[in-house]
C-alpha cells in the first residue's frame, strides 16, 4: 500500500498551489480520502476530505472557499487545489485513505507560504 504526495513547494502569500496523491495497493474508489496537515509545534488537524464517489466533501472553516479537493478514482489520485494561500497554511501536508477497519497514510509533502 502506497499514497504518494507531490506538489507542495514555496509559494508567496496569495498564490496557489495543487497537491496531488497518488495510491496504490488498495481499492482507492471504496475509500473515504482526506488531506491533512500539521504545522511546526501543533496538532495535525483535517483540512478537507471527499467521500469515495466523490460526491460528498468537507472543509474545514479556515480553507472554505480557497481549497478544493477532487478525486479521480480512475487514477486512484486524491487533490487538493489551494489558493489565496496564506502564511498560516504553512505545514506538512497528509492525504489520508480510510473506510471501516483501514486506513492508510501518506509520508507528506512540505508547503511554504513566504514572502
Known amino acids: 500500500v502506497q499514497l504518494v504526495e507531490s506538489g507542495g513547494g514555496v509559494v508567496q502569500p496569495g498564490g496557489s498551489l495543487t497537491l496531488s496523491c497518488a495510491a496504490s495497493?488498495?481499492?482507492?474508489?471504496?475509500?473515504?480520502m482526506s488531506w491533512h496537515r500539521q504545522a511546526p509545534g501543533q496538532e495535525r488537524e483535517l483540512v478537507a476530505s471527499?467521500?469515495?464517489?466523490?460526491?460528498?466533501?468537507y472543509y474545514t472553516d479556515s480553507v472554505k472557499g480557497r481549497f478544493t479537493i477532487s478525486r479521480d478514482n480512475a487514477k486512484n489520485t486524491v487533490y487538493l487545489q489551494m489558493n489565496s494561500l496564506k502564511p498560516e497554511d504553512t505545514a506538512v501536508y497528509y492525504c489520508?485513505?480510510?473506510?471501516?477497519?483501514?486506513?492508510?497514510w501518506g509520508q507528506g509533502t512540505q508547503v511554504i507560504v513566504s514572502s
Open positions: 489520508k485513505g480510510v473506510k471501516p477497519g483501514s486506513d492508510y
Open positions: 495497493g488498495f481499492t482507492f474508489s471504496r475509500y473515504t
Open positions: 471527499i467521500s469515495n464517489t466523490g460526491g460528498s466533501t
